[in-house]
């Protein structure tokens, strides 16, 4: 019997383009349904009154295997507990996308820790979270003290948005913006946008700016921080060093605040602060500059400002029914405001 060559690698060639359409085929229906699951496929069951938070983890972890995706978490309440440890809560991964029904509820076991978080995002990049409600347990907290018992805890990651969330009562602050260490050669945050969310009733602050450039803030309602101080709005305050003294990275730059209403529980009250920015060494006189480049615009600003600490601070088309505390550094554009108070006197 004699082989024909030529037909014989004609044939090949024809065998293994159909082999390697079928494997294309193969895998990117299989990544397609990777990198778009549902939580109840995970376990995370709404309304069986069990803790969720490894089912969420688990899809989330599977979409971040994949390359990246969305992650989708249909209406009803689930529940979560709190963790302080930097590899638990619900630990946001790169280029994931948890998207929430507008009725879903993630309802935050009640916790004796003093210090935790809810949702864990450190050290990613390209992360959005939109949707849902976050609903905290300060009114049903177990223990006793402490003011860290954050909602959304973002440290050292990059290309962050929250978007039409609602995040309540936590124990601490409702979103915090930092770093996980303040020594390390990793600067805090970077690229972050809270868009169209509402942060109400958390205990410390609703907002934390402590390490983080280039944040924006926009369309937000943001309400009634309350329970320990400062119990700001926005309070933008890096941890500081060596007598009040910050190193330029620890400056928090390019913060863009607009087309927001902040309400404090006092709307007059140079007690409660709609946006805070302060060295917390300025009352013995080392007020180095905390945050540069801040634009305040089109905001409605129910309580004071405090603009102990900032520099190229410019506040337009925006009213402060409060005290406006500023210094030389402030520029104010069509601004109406109830007091001012220059500082120092």
Not at 109 to 116: G, K
Not at 123 to 147: F, M, P, S, W, Y
Not at 170 to 194: A, F, H, P, S
Not at 198 to 208: C, D, L, M, Q, V
Request: aromatic share 10%.
């Amino acid at each position: 019997m004699r082989f024909n060559t030529e037909k014989l690698c004609i044939f090949l060639k024809i065998l293994t383009g159909i082999f390697s359409i079928f494997f294309i085929l193969f895998t990117c229906g299989f990544s397609a349904e990777a990198k778009n699951v549902n939580v109840a496929d995970f376990g995370a069951i709404p309304g069986d009154y069990l803790d969720d938070t490894e089912g969420f983890n688990k899809a989330i972890e599977t979409v971040s295997n994949a390359g990246g995706g969305a992650v989708k978490v249909p209406a009803g309440v689930y529940y979560i507990t709190p963790s302080r440890s930097i590899n638990e809560g619900i630990c946001l991964k790169d280029n994931v996308e948890l998207l929430m029904s507008p009725t879903t509820v993630l309802e935050v076991m009640p916790s004796v820790r003093d210090d935790y978080h809810v949702f864990n995002i450190y050290g990613c990049n390209n992360v959005k979270i939109a949707g849902g409600q976050l609903r905290g347990e300060k009114n049903r907290h177990q223990g006793g003290g402490g003011e860290f018992g954050h909602g959304v805890y973002i440290r050292d990651s990059s290309n962050v948005t929250l978007y039409n969330m609602k995040i309540a009562d936590n124990w601490g602050d409702g979103i915090y913006l930092g770093t996980l260490n303040d020594m390390d050669n990793v600067y805090g945050c970077n690229k972050i946008t809270i868009k169209k969310c509402t942060i109400s009733g958390n205990r410390r602050n609703n907002i934390s700016i402590v390490d983080a450039n280039n944040v924006t803030i926009d369309g937000c309602k943001i309400k009634n921080a309350r329970g320990t101080a400062p119990q700001a709005g926005i309070d933008i305050e890096p941890n500081v060093r060596n007598g009040g003294y910050l190193e330029p990275d620890q400056i928090c730059r390019n913060i863009n605040i607009k087309n927001t209403k902040i309400t404090c529980v006092k709307k007059n009250s140079s007690d409660y602060f709609a946006i805070l920015i302060i060295n917390n060494w300025f009352a013995i006189g080392r007020n180095w500059t905390v945050a540069q480049n801040v634009k305040i615009k089109n905001c409605n600003l129910q309580g004071a400002c405090g603009i102990y600490s900032g520099k190229k601070v410019r506040v337009t088309n925006s009213k402060i029914s409060g005290t406006l505390i500023y210094l030389k550094y402030v520029k104010l554009k069509n601004t109406k405001y109830k007091k001012k108070i220059k500082w120092p006197g």
